[in-house]
Structure formats: structure tokens, C-alpha cells
């Protein structure tokens, strides 16, 4: 489609990060396999990701969440453009404020895209694992930032907070014993997480 296109030249010249091509391709297949029907995303950016996920699982509602407002503005655009609007709730805040709401208006959801601040995966887990239905998946993207999470070499001081948080939220996901987790080392690292 020529919109995905249109997107990633307008990420690309405006500096918005969006998922990879192979990470798309593997979120795209896990997101069909697990039979999403309710989404939530973590980090809309443009719209991109949503837009391929509610393409890829044409049964599917997307909620999805961003702080930026010039992003959300954009990906509301994208989401028009490409005719899914009906299909999306796009929310504009702090995600760690809105989990929270999720939560006490009991939503649930059967897969979870978490690609927000890397520095905040670990304390979102706790409110997506309530959000999430057994059987739900979460999919985590960039858990090696740049090679940095496995690197032995000392952690320049502006990466080192956030580096600090992946490592632990990769050591709390592969103890504990709801999930099912599976680390690939697809691009940037993906962790993929499935609720028993």
C-alpha cells in the first residue's frame, strides 16, 4: 500500500521511530496467530504499526496510546486516511497514567504491542498483565537497544537508566511464572509473552 510508504518517508524525514520491516513482518504473524481481536498499543506514533496490525487482523479494535501530541494528531490523519477510524481508539497521554485507567475500567485485551519508552517496559508489565486475557500476548520490541542490553562494555551515562530498566524488565518477564516468554533475536531484539 502506498500510505506505508507515504508513512515511512515522513518517519524517516521527521526522526519518528517506527517498527522495523522485519519486526512488522513477525508482530504481523504473531498478531494473526494469536487470533487478536482486541489491541493495545503502547506508542502510536504516526499510525503506522497500528495501521498494519489492524490490516493484518481485519476483525480486530486497536486502543492505542501516545504522549506526543504532534504524533497523535498525525496518526489520527493516518487512521482516517487509510479508513480503519471506526476501528481505533486513539488516546493521548502518558501510558503509565492510562494503564492505570484500563485497569479500573476492567478492559481486556487479547494482544498487547509494547512500543513505548524502553525505560518504562518493566513498570508497564504489571498493568498489561492485568489488561491481558489468558492466552493474550504481549510483544515487546527493541528489548537489546542497539546491542546495548547484552554489551559488556561500560554504558555511556545518558543510556545507562534506560539500559538498567530493559535488563530488568527481561530478568522479572523470564521469572515469572504466568508467563511464557520467548526472547528472538529478530533486528532489535523482540520479547514475545504469553499469558498461561
Do not use: W
Request: glycine letters at 6%; hydrophobic letters at 40%; charged letters at 30%.
Amino acid at each position: 500500500m502506498q500510505i506505508f510508504d507515504e508513512l515511512k518517508n515522513y518517519a524517516k524525514a521527521n526522526k519518528v521511530p517506527i517498527i522495523r520491516d522485519e519486526s512488522a513482518d513477525f508482530l504481523l504473524e504473531i498478531a494473526r496467530k494469536s487470533n487478536a481481536k482486541n489491541i493495545l498499543e503502547i506508542g502510536t506514533a504516526i499510525g503506522y504499526s497500528g495501521t498494519l496490525l489492524l490490516n493484518a487482523c481485519p476483525n480486530a479494535n486497536l486502543t492505542t496510546i501516545e504522549i506526543n501530541e504532534q504524533s497523535y494528531k498525525k496518526a489520527i490523519k493516518t487512521f482516517e486516511e487509510t479508513g480503519i477510524s471506526e476501528k481505533v481508539k486513539a488516546i493521548l497521554g502518558d501510558a503509565k497514567d492510562v494503564l492505570i485507567q484500563l485497569v479500573e475500567e476492567k478492559k481486556q485485551f487479547d494482544f498487547i504491542f509494547m512500543d513505548g519508552p524502553k525505560g518504562q517496559y518493566v513498570n508497564y508489565l504489571s498493568d498489561c498483565k492485568k489488561l491481558l486475557k489468558h492466552g493474550g500476548v504481549i510483544f515487546a520490541d527493541n528489548v537489546f537497544l542497539h546491542g546495548l542490553v547484552n554489551s559488556n562494555q561500560p554504558i555511556k551515562h545518558k543510556h545507562r537508566a534506560m539500559v538498567t530498566k530493559m535488563r530488568k524488565f527481561l530478568e522479572v518477564i523470564q521469572n515469572d511464572a504466568e508467563l511464557e516468554v520467548t526472547i528472538f533475536n529478530i533486528e532489535d531484539g523482540i520479547a514475545v509473552l504469553k499469558k498461561k
